[in-house]
């Protein structure tokens, strides 16, 4: 029986979200409504997807009995209101990425969920890539001996957007880039929480962070060091080194393609997207999609590969970064 999907919100990353759910078979994965703040906005986006239902409100979207989980794709500000909105109303959740503004915010979302009995996971897509899934086989093998040192770059120049530059949307470099080299030095070393944090950089007058350098220390002397940046085009790359090899995502480390072994390349494409896109690789969406099915079919009520305790880490140590970057969000005094 297919998993039937529900959509929140209708703008560009629910889009090629639901554009990568296409790219999985039809007997599993359904999409049957979508809600926007506008009626008119959710009957275009259903006409576009060939969906059967719309909304013009996401609390017609909670109480519609025929949907098995909701896709949380509006910005992050409001993701603590929509979140528990369907948990609330029973419903199991994916929630876009960052869950919540901090750390109040995301145990506030992860305990309504438990209090309600559902499942709920923050849609870190890049933990479910191909490549990601092989990069912890590896590890898990020993492959590199013993990690010793986690490096990535994540920059684009994306100042004109004004979701990465207004503080009350949400802004800041962390929020939208940053994050994934975090949960990438996160997954490396298998969630463990660092001894230490150091964070320095450059914030916009908006009181948001633009470009900053951050440096993990681990137990056992291994260190991860990432920079981030919402003004420069970087690298975007990754690389593990371990004591016996090197593991480097040669480039978009957010959502990777390929993957060099000491030396040795392999590739891992995405589907080809039925509708145009409006992020790169958004077609790999489509494997955390198939993680929640899988899931639901366990009757699991969080990821083993992305856990609350995971989302819990990421957010406690962003909250940490902003503080010591100096960036402070309406949010950070309720």
């Not at 750390?103 to 209090?115: F, G, M, N, P, Q």
């Amino acid at each position: 029986m297919a998993t039937r999907w529900g959509i929140c919100s209708s703008g560009r990353i629910s889009h090629d979200f639901t554009v990568a759910l296409k790219t999985l078979p039809a007997e599993d994965h359904q999409v049957v409504a979508v809600a926007a703040r506008k009626l008119e906005d959710a009957q275009e986006f259903a006409n576009k997807h060939g969906i059967p239902r719309s909304y013009g409100s996401y609390e017609e979207l909670a109480t519609d009995p025929n949907i098995d989980v909701v896709y949380v794709g509006n910005i992050h500000p409001y993701h603590l209101k929509t979140c528990s909105l369907f948990t609330n109303a029973k419903k199991n959740v994916l929630c876009e990425k960052p869950l919540g503004m901090n750390t109040r915010e995301v145990k506030e979302i992860l305990d309504s969920a438990k209090k309600n009995n559902v499942f709920l996971m923050e849609a870190i897509w890049t933990r479910f890539f191909p490549v990601s899934v092989e990069i912890r086989r590896l590890l898990a093998l020993g492959e590199l001996g013993e990690v010793k040192m986690v490096r990535s770059e994540f920059g684009l120049a994306l100042l004109h957007k004004p979701r990465l530059v207004e503080k009350e949307l949400g802004g800041g470099a962390l929020m939208s880039l940053g994050m994934y080299c975090l949960q990438f030095a996160c997954m490396v070393y298998n969630g463990e929480r660092p001894e230490s944090i150091q964070a320095t950089g450059v914030c916009l007058e908006t009181g948001v962070d633009e470009t900053v350098v951050v440096t993990l220390k681990f137990s056992r002397g291994r260190m991860a060091v990432f920079d981030y940046s919402s003004r420069l085009q970087l690298l975007n790359d990754a690389v593990i080194v371990g004591t016996k090899g090197t593991i480097q995502i040669p480039a978009q480390m957010w959502c990777p393609t390929s993957l060099v072994v000491n030396g040795k390349e392999t590739q891992f494409p995405v589907p080809e997207p039925g509708l145009p896109l409006n992020f790169s690789n958004g077609t790999g969406m489509r494997y955390e999609a198939e993680e929640v099915r899988q899931c639901l079919l366990k009757g699991l009520k969080e990821s083993p590969v992305m856990s609350h305790a995971d989302s819990l880490l990421l957010v406690e140590l962003m909250d940490e970064i902003r503080t010591q970057v100096g960036v402070v969000y309406s949010q950070d005094s309720q």
